[in-house]
């Protein structure tokens, strides 16, 4: 071990893995490289080699690394006060909670610390409202193929067996429906839902966008049995798709009554929301929900700092996501028989393939850029907003080379 900026730092990539491997628990599949500093859309690994990063820490790096304005806002706020607990006021969570209803159009926010979170709070929010109304309205319709996170209520409406094989029986009440079924939607929500939950785009399902007709639909049937309807922006999100939320890229934009958010919102400082409208905030009275660390100021800061930042990111994010898009299509698809689709809204881009897509994720991270593969055969970006064409040039130049091994 040798001392690095005051840190402790191993001296080598191996000795790193090889500790983590004796005392980490080990529920994750990590690649083989350690990261130790980054820069923009760069990271770099212990040996100084550079990565540019399209993944982003899963969607959380929105502005990369080091961007002056949050290293400026935590290195202020850290040095003045970190946490308070819920107990008191700070300054910070007024003015983000004022700022997400403004940009959301809903009224009220709650703060946690991850999407997990998040979508636990929604789900207590949609119990409380159907018990309000009837012991028999506890069901909460839910897509297949979704995801909503690990914690058990999170688990038990994602859409996924794989991730609930092993804890079930879950929370009883979910029913899955396949997603743009319109007709399993509706045969699905009746007088005892209490809520319907959607991602937008599904994230973890392979960058699967639904339509505005479906979530129309699903609005139209949530008013119709008093239910709530919760969109998951947890990654499609916070800007992701040019849009503030993914629900305003329709026109006019389908509004649910709960929103949940976290991975970019404070641009890696662990933050989750949840906006309601006033129908679905009022089930939660004093004393039904809470969270110690949630809202605390250091990230309540950085998410106000971010969303102040956010605005003006908005066009370039829709222009360079476009980019993506066309030269994928233009100078890969064309190429590489394997590509069934590129697709995606923003810079929340998928491109799927005939094959497993693991092999092209590691050569493009040898070659130096950094994605990974969601649902086997989809290879996904989600790159920080602050990259331009000329970062889009380099990610297709290190994708076309690292496909063309596919073809040998
Ligand atoms: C759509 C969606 N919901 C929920 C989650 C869970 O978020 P977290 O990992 O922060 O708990 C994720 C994480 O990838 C997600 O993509």
């Known amino acids: 071990m040798s001392e690095t900026n005051g840190a402790v730092a191993a001296s080598s990539a191996q000795s790193v893995i090889d500790l983590e491997k004796q005392h980490v628990l080990q529920n994750y599949g990590r690649y083989p490289l350690v990261l130790e500093r980054g820069d923009g859309p760069y990271m770099f690994d212990l040996d100084g080699k550079r990565y540019l990063d399209f993944i982003a820490g899963i969607g959380v790096n929105a502005l990369g690394q080091n961007h002056p304005r949050i290293v400026a806002a935590i290195t202020d706020q850290a040095s003045r006060l970190i946490h308070t607990s819920n107990l008191f006021y700070n300054v910070y969570q007024g003015p983000l909670a004022a700022r997400i209803a403004e940009v959301s159009g809903l009224d009220r926010v709650f703060f946690c610390n991850s999407g997990t979170e998040a979508t636990e709070g929604s789900l207590k929010m949609i119990k409380a409202h ?33 991730y609930r094989k092993d804890f079930e029986p879950l929370m009883p009440g979910a029913r899955f429906v396949p997603a743009e079924d319109i007709a399993a939607l509706e045969a699905a929500v009746n007088e005892n839902t209490a809520g319907i939950c959607i991602e937008w785009i599904q994230g973890e399902g392979g960058v699967v966008p639904l339509s505005d007709a479906y979530c129309r639909r699903a609005r139209e049937l949530a008013d119709q049995y008093d239910a709530l309807l919760c969109f998951d922006e947890i990654q499609c999100g916070v800007g992701r798709t040019g849009t503030y939320f993914a629900y305003q890229l329709a026109q006019p934009a389908v509004m649910p009554d709960i929103m949940t958010a976290a991975k970019p919102v404070a641009c890696g400082i662990p933050l989750g929301i949840l906006a309601a409208n006033e129908r679905a905030a009022k089930s939660i009275r004093p004393g039904m929900h809470g969270s110690t660390f949630g809202g605390n100021a250091l990230a309540t800061r950085v998410g106000l700092e971010f969303f102040n930042i956010l605005e003006d990111l908005l066009p370039s994010i829709t222009r360079v996501g476009d980019y993506f898009r066309a030269q994928a299509r233009e100078k890969l698809a064309p190429k590489y028989p394997f590509i069934k689709e590129v697709r995606g809204y923003g810079l929340m881009i998928g491109i799927e393939l005939t094959i497993s897509g693991g092999d092209i994720v590691t050569k493009a991270r040898d070659l130096g850029l950094l994605l990974n593969c969601t649902h086997e055969t989809v290879l996904r970006f989600l790159p920080p907003y602050i990259i331009t064409e000329q970062h889009v040039d380099e990610a297709i130049a290190i994708l076309d080379q690292a496909m063309a091994t596919q073809t040998l």
């Open 130 to 162: 159907g018990k309000d109304r009837s012991p028999s309205k506890f069901e909460i319709v839910a897509l297949e193929n979704s995801f909503h996170g690990r914690t058990l209520g999170a688990l038990a409406i994602t859409g996924q067996p794989k």
